[in-house]
């Protein structure tokens, strides 16, 4: 298999060598930098480890508005969110992925720093740095590891790390503004940016960066769409989606097994399915929000003094707020409850039933819809010293990292008042409307609300040439202490299980780290270089553990550049893994053999849906990563660039749920497995029927985090340029593209890894290609992002077996950008995403548009920056 991937490796890098591919930036500096993946300075941004570097003026091309938005435009970055899904379990909050690893696989850096998390996690345990709290006007530069680094910075670097840097030694005044709209009229979005900077470092010893970001992007509006006025979408080939609960719904005879539709339903609404079930539809409300309006301010303030020549002390103060609001639907009766049951003694009970109890598809549509409002601050306040001792560069900082989150749902309805009222019958399910007195006494709102902080103290001593064994031996060693704590606090209604169709989590926790780290740089002869890492870290919560890394390059001549690398990496637990409270959610199904055995029922009828119960696991241990990567660099010309990079990945330990059917099938095999099966006491009666059965109805499973999955995953990232006058000016080709040759991953204990590679949420591969020409004051842009051809199913796991998927087409979207910068002082950029109107492709097998992001269609935008200096 790996001869295989080679062989794959070999005919993609020739057809790099044939087609323009994305640039990396050249630096043409000869000072020595840190760049990300070292503690050592260097001039050269091409090492033995794999390096992209986004600069602010290529950002400012893509007409970018955040953070999120630059690196989503990058092939390597493999997935993410922006924070304008209102179905996230952090909204408001972006993050992305690399190696196809999931947010909480990648480390996120400021000025070469931890961030907090943010006090949400995706999921229910995947933590994350909110992107959106990082200003764009502050960020010079975007440095993205394309490896494993824990030798480096230990945890969470795994598959890479993304490093933002601020602007250093700015002077002047700078005013940017931008403004967006969709070609229907709909996700308006305006910011506006000022960096102000004043002081000379090498002339006034000093240096004072300020920025402040603005920004604010209105709902998109599902009326105003082609794909979005309706929820039915037979056309298309999926589901009629069409609200089953409103204008009013239906009921179901507990007796008869028969549906019908509510009394008053209008005939036009109601229609039957092939079993003769009713159903009373109602189309989507044209003016229906798809997605929250979201206002976001963010600032830093950067400092750097020079106390004497020797000696400098920096500081970092940064702050942000972000607000995101949007109106969900109405709330509906819990219809999947067996305590639900309309019962004829019931005063809600109506004339339609037959005795038999009566189960109500309804929402209480006579009250508001639901609305949500999310709050999040994070404040971050950095402050160090630097200086040199000799040919030794020391450098040393504490940092107070806080985050804040508060969460606001108005219009859910309180499970014991709704009860109370359907036994009384002071509401009445089967009214076409009840009146304000009806439902105001069931209403009440819910607020959860999260913190987050990172207390931190590092120190380094580095000197980029030691002493010389055939070249330089640079050497760099340091120490760091931190101190992490996460609360997340749900409502105490949520908690008691008393708000209607709504669970919740929670989770308090935190831990203290001190790490130590040696890294060390070889250069025995001229044309190789090696780098070589240490590092260990010791967690109050689980213990130590100890990460290498060895990398290597070589220049068989100027042009040419040959690296390869390996590493260990780890994944300490989340806290919320580690300390979150029961979250209660019911299984999709699972066979429950012991019973189903006894009374005759085959594998088409054995299935339950019980309560589950997700627990949190103080036992967990790390999840732990090998990596190795070797690629190639051929850079004849500052016109002509092209590299290849391989990299191989394989986790062991990695944390999930326990799985529902594999804790069933093995319920009295693995010891401590019976005590995580719930069951109702036994039937003595139904035991005398049907010799055999031992066992009563299962009632609930409790699903632990555990160590007991496995990914492996490799792939390579090509890119390249070629730049050549044309027209008097300058035309240059740019493209990238990640492909991926598998992505395996099993999700129980002993299981081999199966391919999870080809289906929508995991496509081979990604291109990013760019043609940009340059002409005096002008510049236009324009750019294609393809991403491939994919199985018409989310996971090929979930392929049944004789089953036969179809594929869906790879799928290009076009954006340009035009600008105009009359001087060094004004720009102008005018553009526009997805100008061809490129339709979301449709997957039929779950009845989804799998490229969301482009059902509203084109979104033009216009951007000024004038700067003074």
């Known amino acids: 298999m790996f001869e295989k991937n080679v062989r794959q490796l070999a005919v993609l890098a020739l057809c790099a060598a044939c087609l323009p591919l994305q640039a990396q930036t050249e630096n043409a500096k000869l000072e020595r930098v840190e760049i990300v993946g070292s503690n050592l300075k260097r001039i050269d941004s091409e090492g033995p480890a794999p390096v992209q570097i986004v600069k602010r003026a290529d950002i400012e091309a893509t007409g970018a508005t955040t953070v999120v938005d630059a690196l989503l435009n990058l092939a390597s970055v493999t997935g993410g969110f922006d924070g304008a899904e209102s179905n996230s379990f952090s909204p408001g909050a972006a993050a992305v992925s690399l190696r196809g690893m999931g947010e909480k696989n990648v480390l996120v850096l400021l000025n070469g720093r931890r961030l907090a998390n943010f006090g949400f996690a995706s999921g229910t345990d995947s933590t994350f ?40 030694d700015y002077k002047g005044l700078e005013l940017g503004g931008k403004y967006s709209q969709n070609t229907a009229g709909d996700l308006k979005t305006s910011s506006a940016n000022v960096a102000t900077g004043f002081g000379d470092l090498s002339r006034d010893g000093y240096n ?49 097994g028969e549906r019908h539709a509510m009394p008053g339903c209008p005939a036009a609404q109601v229609e039957i399915d092939d079993r003769g079930d009713e159903y009373c539809r109602t189309e989507r409300d044209p003016a229906g929000e798809l997605s929250p ?49 309309i019962l004829p003694d019931w005063g809600s009970y109506n004339a339609v039933g037959d005795g038999a109890p009566l189960t109500v598809f309804r929402a209480i549509y006579e009250a508001p819809r639901k609305q949500t409002h999310i709050t999040a601050d994070t404040t971050r306040l950095l402050l160090g ?44 399910p089967f009214k076409l409307r009840n009146p304000d007195a009806a439902w105001q006494p069931l209403m009440t709102s819910v607020e959860r609300k999260a913190s987050s902080r990172l207390s931190a103290w590092d120190a380094k001593l580095s000197n980029p040439e030691m002493f010389r064994l055939g070249g330089p031996v640079g050497l760099a060693a340091g120490l760091q202490f931190s101190s992490e704590t996460m609360i997340d606090t749900p409502d105490a209604q949520v908690v008691a299980r008393n708000i209607e169709n709504l669970g919740g989590t929670g989770s308090e926790g935190g831990r203290r780290t001190r790490s130590a780290y040696v890294e060390m740089s070889l250069q025995p002869v001229k044309a190789l270089e090696a780098q070589l890492a240490l590092r260990s870290d010791h967690y109050s919560d689980f213990g130590g553990t100890i990460n290498p890394k060895i990398a290597a390059s070589f220049r068989p001549s100027e042009s040419v550049l040959l690296r390869a690398g390996y590493n260990t990496a780890f994944k300490a637990p989340t806290l919320p893994q580690l300390h979150m409270a029961e979250t209660v959610s019911y299984s999709s199904g699972v066979a429950d053999w012991v019973r189903c055995k006894p009374l005759g029922l085959g594998p088409d009828r054995c299935k339950y849906t019980p309560k589950m119960l997700q627990v949190s696991n103080p036992q967990l241990k790390p999840e732990k990563s090998r990596i190795a990567s070797f690629g190639a660099v051929f850079n004849p010309s500052k016109d002509l660039f092209l590299s290849a990079d391989y990299y191989h990945l394989s986790q062991r330990d990695a944390i999930q749920l326990l799985d529902g059917q594999y804790l069933m099938d093995h319920e009295f095999d693995i010891a401590g497995y019976d005590k995580l099966v719930v069951r109702d006491p036994r039937n003595p009666a139904l035991e005398a029927r049907y010799p055999g059965l031992q066992h009563g109805r299962l009632n609930t499973i409790i699903t632990p985090f555990m160590n007991v999955g496995r990914v492996q995953t490799d792939g390579v990232d090509l890119s ?150």
Do not use: C
């Open 129 to 168: 740095v909110d992107l959106n709290a990082l200003p764009l006007s502050a960020i010079q530069e975007i440095q993205i590891l394309r490896d494993g680094a824990s030798a480096i910075y230990g945890s969470d670097a795994v598959a890479g790390v993304i490093n933002f840097v601020t602007r250093r």
């Open 720 to 869: 390249s340029r070629y730049s050549f006058a044309l027209g008097g000016g300058k035309l240059t080709l740019r493209d990238e593209l990640n492909y991926q040759f598998h992505f395996k991953m099993s999700e129980v204990a002993g299981a081999e890894p199966s391919e999870r590679l080809d289906g929508y949420y995991r496509p081979k591969w990604r291109n990013v290609f760019t043609l940009a020409y340059e002409l005096g004051a002008w510049s236009g842009l324009l750019r294609a992002n393809t991403s491939a051809s994919v199985l018409n199913i989310d996971d090929p796991k979930n392929i049944l077996e004789g089953q036969v998927v179809d594929r869906l087409p790879s799928y290009t979207t076009w954006d340009f950008n035009l600008r105009y910068a009359q001087s060094k002082q004004l720009s102008v950029n005018l553009g526009m995403v997805n100008f061809t109107d490129k339709r979301a492709r449709f997957s039929t097998q779950y009845g989804t548009f799998i490229d969301g992001t482009y059902m509203t269609g084109p979104s033009a935008y216009l951007s000024l920056r004038y700067a003074m200096q």
């Open 293 to 341: 309006s979201i206002k976001r301010v963010a600032g830093m303030l950067v400092g750097s003094w020079d106390l004497n020549k020797n000696v400098q002390a920096f500081g970092e103060l940064a702050f942000s707020r972000n607000k995101a609001d949007w109106v969900n639907g109405f709330e509906t009766i819990e219809w999947y409850q067996p305590d639900r049951h």
């Open 208 to 256: 004072v960066l300020a920025t402040l970001d603005l920004y604010h992007r209105g709902s998109a509006i599902a009326g105003k769409h082609e794909f979005t006025r309706s929820a039915d979408l037979r056309s298309l080939g999926g589901q009629d989606g069409r609200s089953i609960t409103e204008g009013p719904g239906s009921y179901y005879n507990e007796g008869t």
């Open 385 to 428: 010293m630097r200086g040199s001792l000799g040919s030794y560069d020391w450098e040393t900082a504490i940092s107070q990292d806080r985050g804040n989150v508060t969460l606001l749902e108005d219009n859910h309805v309180k499970r014991d008042a709704l009860t109370q009222a359907l036994k009384t019958g002071s509401y009445d």
